[in-house]
């Protein structure tokens, strides 16, 4: 199984709403990612657990909440969002390196994404 | 991470080789070079990556200059299934924690011509 699972595959919410989107992997990778990704831009990163801990967070607004309850599931609570928070959010996962792991693949798998649209 | 620059975009016909060039001036020793793919409204999709050989697998092959500041990613035998944005990322390996990035530059766009 290599697949990264992301629910659900759109959703249409207002600014005064709370929404959570969902992501899932088995394949026993340590870190996962968050993006968001506007049209016709790259991915931006939002943020990465390493061993579920919060690793980086990069100065995202705080109306997005991010959770990792278990190694394999990783939310991103959403609440207040403004109509420029539309976008494709995806999610990622990796194995994360030892010390001699120079050939480990370590490349991350990518959900299809979250398409967000805020009304 | 080091900087990368890529052309906006290329054009290649169905059946020859695609060659994506890579900048990546700012390398560090320890940094490899990533490529990802991501098709249209589909998620990223990992390509290949090494550190200072070329690499070859299924998908496509990746050399790197001797210096280490470019790389050509090829696609023997593009088809139009290949058209997609390319991305060419540097990162050092992800041993987790405040190294654990993976950004993204502004990619090639590389359609595939019938």
């Known amino acids: 199984d290599t697949e990264v699972t992301q629910t659900p595959k759109h959703l249409v919410m207002g600014m005064t709403n709370k929404k959570s989107l969902k992501c899932e992997q088995h394949?026993?990778?340590?870190?996962m990612y968050w993006y968001k990704q506007k049209a016709k831009k790259p991915p931006e990163l939002m943020f990465v657990?390493?061993?579920?801990?919060?690793?980086i967070n990069e100065s995202v607004p705080s109306r997005f909440s991010p959770e990792c309850p278990n190694s394999s599931l990783l939310n991103l609570h959403l609440h207040a969002l403004q109509p420029e928070d539309s976008a494709l959010y995806l999610c990622?996962?990796?194995?994360?390196?030892?010390?001699?792991?120079?050939?480990?693949?370590?490349?991350?798998?990518f959900g299809q994404g979250t398409r967000l649209t805020v009304v | 991470d080091a900087k990368t620059t890529q052309p906006t975009s290329m054009d290649c016909a169905e059946g020859r080789a695609a060659n994506l060039p890579c900048n990546h001036s700012?390398?560090?020793?320890?940094?490899?070079v990533y490529w990802y793919r991501q098709i249209h409204s589909q998620g990223p999709q990992y390509i290949i990556h090494?550190?200072?050989n070329n690499e070859t697998n299924e998908m496509a092959s990746l050399i790197i200059t001797e210096d280490r500041k470019s790389s050509t990613l090829i696609l023997p035998h593009a088809t139009l299934r290949d058209t997609a944005v390319y991305y060419c990322?540097?990162?050092?390996?992800?041993?987790?924690?405040?190294?654990?990035?993976?950004?993204f530059g502004t990619g090639t766009l590389l359609a595939v011509q019938p």
């Open positions: 990322i540097v990162r050092i390996m992800n041993y987790g924690g405040a190294t654990n990035k993976l950004i």
């Open positions: 657990y390493s061993y579920e801990k919060l690793s």
């Open positions: 394949m026993g990778h340590r870190a």
């Open positions: 700012t390398i560090s020793g320890n940094e490899y």
């Open positions: 090494g550190l200072k």
């Open positions: 990622a996962s990796s194995q994360l390196a030892g010390a001699s792991a120079e050939r480990l693949n370590t490349e991350a798998f």
